[in-house]
Nanobody, 124 residues
């Protein structure tokens, strides 16, 4: 089992920044990739960004490229999502997820474990 705990959400004005953190514990040696997803009210959960647990490969959805940065700290078993130039359409609950095997990491399919989510609200 891998446990994930997100933090760092909140209310920010458009154009502002937030940094989300996701602390992993448990069987972290089994993790292949970590991802961030988000879900707005009435919408499906969508992919935001992902990073390989052992490597520098990152992947972003088009709408956040150039604004969001995903990174990891192996020593702390923590993944971060730095969000800059936030827009009202970024408002959602953000979820951290861990995948133990390969696959299309821009989809929910490979992810075995999920955090509880953290609310991000961007006001206009």
């Amino acid at each position: 089992q891998v446990q994930l705990v997100e933090s760092g959400g909140g209310l920010v004005q458009a154009g502002g920044s937030l940094r989300l953190s996701c602390a992993a514990s448990g069987r972290t040696f089994s993790v292949y990739a970590m991802g961030w997803f988000r879900q707005a009210p009435g919408k499906e959960r969508e992919f935001v960004a992902a990073v390989l647990w052992r490597g520098d490969y990152t992947y972003y959805t088009d709408s956040v490229k150039g604004r969001f940065t995903i990174s990891r700290d192996g020593a702390k078993n923590t993944v971060y999502l730095q969000m800059n130039m936030l827009k009202p359409e970024d408002t959602a609950v953000y979820y951290c997820a861990a995948a133990e095997s390969g696959g299309p990491i821009h989809t929910t399919g490979p992810y075995n474990y999920w955090g509880q989510g953290t609310q991000v609200t961007v006001s206009s």
